[in-house]
């Protein structure tokens, strides 16, 4: 399909630059894709949506402070880096700074007590580069490192605010570069109106890679490679859908990236017995779900991997009317914004 067939035009101001508070007072555009009715309520009334008997399945990654500023050593020159993942020689990182640091120049991190040595640039323009401290990525960030906001988030800079609401109230194990924000929604209080109507919560797990930054460079939606993302279903939460599908029970699938982790572990048969590795899955219409019924979901860039997935699951034109609806009821987009329920 053409890319150009999921481009609408969003009002810079319907960017959300900042979250609500509560989480779930955000507003909640329900979407039926049977009949294609739109429902406008707030985000807490999802328990109204979601029956006794369905499954919620969330995404419980947890964003690392990834970004981090400093300067180049030997001139001085301001630097800036985002962390992506580690390897075998130390992390790969995306990073900018005036001239071409040559291979084994230092970099001085702000507010820490150790540097980085850059090693190699890839083919892909990341760079590769060595901590000049022990200790694990989680350890060496998170005293020094910025919340990774997307730049479209007043242009990635974080307030002291964001280090706690860029993360799900079930984030747990860390590995993200960006928020699932689908979840950023929910409350404990919210969780447990769920749970006491008798919907029943399980948890999977994707770490958010930096492809979320990345837009699509290509005119045909064949044409178009996804980033990897290291995602994992556990057999036990496997076996928990099965159950529920046979019992007549829907699963809902909290955000893009849950969706993304359960569709992957069916396409590799491996619907009850679990899934851990990488996945490139791009989902685009047509495709056949065989794990997600319903989703809730923030509302996607314009031309995004991201909204080719709502799309196919509940209709192009269905998700761009529903979208310009949302645009003419002033509903705030992207990361910090409102949340759509498909059902």
Same mark, same amino acid.
């Given at each position: 399909?053409?890319? #150009? ?68 050593t030997k001139t001085g020159g301001k630097w800036e880096g985002l962390f992506l993942q580690s390897t075998a020689d130390g992390w790969e990182m995306m990073a900018q700074t005036r001239g071409k640091p040559e291979i084994g120049e230092t970099i001085t991190i702000e507010g ?86 008798? !919907? ?7 770490? &958010? ?27 036990? !939460? ?12 829907? &699963? ?39 794990? !997600? #019924? ?15 997935? !709502? ?33």
């Amino acid at each position: 399909m053409r890319v #150009d067939l999921f481009d609408y035009e969003l009002p810079p101001e319907r960017i959300a630059q900042h979250a609500l508070e509560p989480r779930d007072s955000s507003r909640l555009l329900i979407l039926d894709r049977q009949t294609g009715k739109l429902e406008h309520r707030v985000f807490r009334d999802i328990v109204d949506y979601i029956h006794a008997g369905d499954l919620l399945i969330v995404n419980d990654t947890r964003v690392l402070p990834a970004r981090l500023y400093g300067t180049r050593t030997k001139t001085g020159g301001k630097w800036e880096g985002l962390f992506l993942q580690s390897t075998a020689d130390g992390w790969e990182m995306m990073a900018q700074t005036r001239g071409k640091p040559e291979i084994g120049e230092t970099i001085t991190i702000e507010g820490a007590d150790w540097q980085l040595t850059l090693l190699e640039r890839t083919p892909n323009k990341t760079w590769i580069v060595r901590p000049s401290k022990e200790g694990s990525p989680e350890e060496l960030l998170s005293p020094v490192g910025h919340t990774p906001l997307p730049p479209y988030i007043r242009g990635g800079h974080d307030e002291a605010n964001d280090q706690s609401r860029y993360q799900t109230v079930f984030a747990d194990k860390p590995g993200a570069v960006a928020a699932p924000t689908a979840g950023l929604h929910f409350t404990p209080e919210l969780l447990e109106s769920l749970q006491r109507k008798g !919907v029943m919560l399980e948890k999977v797990t994707l770490h &958010v890679g930096p492809g979320t930054f990345l837009p699509m460079t290509v005119e045909e939606t064949d044409e178009h490679v996804m980033h990897f993302e290291w995602c994992q279903l556990t057999p036990a !939460v496997a076996r928990r859908i099965r159950d529920v599908k046979d019992s007549g029970g829907r &699963v809902v699938a909290v955000g893009t990236t849950a969706v993304r982790t359960l569709e992957t572990a069916a396409l590799h048969g491996h619907q009850e017995g679990g899934f851990s590795g990488s996945t490139n899955l791009f989902i685009v219409p047509p495709f056949e779900f065989k794990m !997600v #019924d319903c989703l809730v979901t923030n509302f996607h860039l314009p031309k995004s991997t991201l909204l080719m997935l !709502v799309s196919a699951l509940a209709g192009r034109e269905a998700i761009l009317a529903a979208y310009r609806e949302a645009i003419e009821k002033e509903y705030r987009f992207y990361s910090y914004g409102d949340a759509m329920l498909i059902l």
